[in-house]
């Protein structure tokens, strides 16, 4: 069964960065679609979708909300995701999760995610 660990949030400065990183154990990553998604306070309910890749990492999708400044990377070789997270704004505070699909192409429905990390908090400050 494959577990999935984030790291690297943390509190930050508006207009600052922070990478997050996943790793993957118990299987192959190269068997997974990945995608990072965020739960925002107050929203519960809700998980936004962040950004997506397939399995070679060839093929990205981003939300209108964070293009151009976050990217989506992989590298199956060392079973890891990362999402580097540029030009930050307090709207981006949440918890990060990273999660994987066994569809090894885009998806951005979150119901095809069936495995979730514990997730990790990026606090941005103004």
């Known amino acids: 069964q494959v577990q999935l660990v984030e790291s690297g949030g943390g509190l930050v400065q508006a207009g600052g960065s922070l990478r997050l990183s996943c790793v993957v154990s118990?299987?192959?990553?190269?068997?997974?679609?990945m995608g990072w998604f965020r739960q925002a306070p107050g929203k519960e309910r809700e998980r936004e979708l962040v950004?997506?890749?397939?399995?070679?990492?060839?093929?990205?999708y981003y939300a209108n909300s964070v293009k151009g400044r976050f990217t989506i990377s992989r590298d199956n070789a060392k079973n890891t995701l990362w999402l580097q997270m540029n030009s930050l704004t307090p709207e981006d505070t949440a918890v990060y999760y990273c999660?994987?699909?066994?569809?090894?192409?885009?998806?951005?429905?979150?119901?095809?995610?069936?495995?979730w990390g514990q997730g990790t908090q990026v606090t941005v400050s103004s």
């Open positions: 999660a994987a699909t066994l569809v090894s192409g885009l998806s951005w429905v979150t119901d095809d995610y069936r495995t």
């Open positions: 118990g299987r192959t990553v190269s068997r997974y679609g």
């Open positions: 950004a997506t890749t397939n399995w070679s990492g060839g093929s990205t």
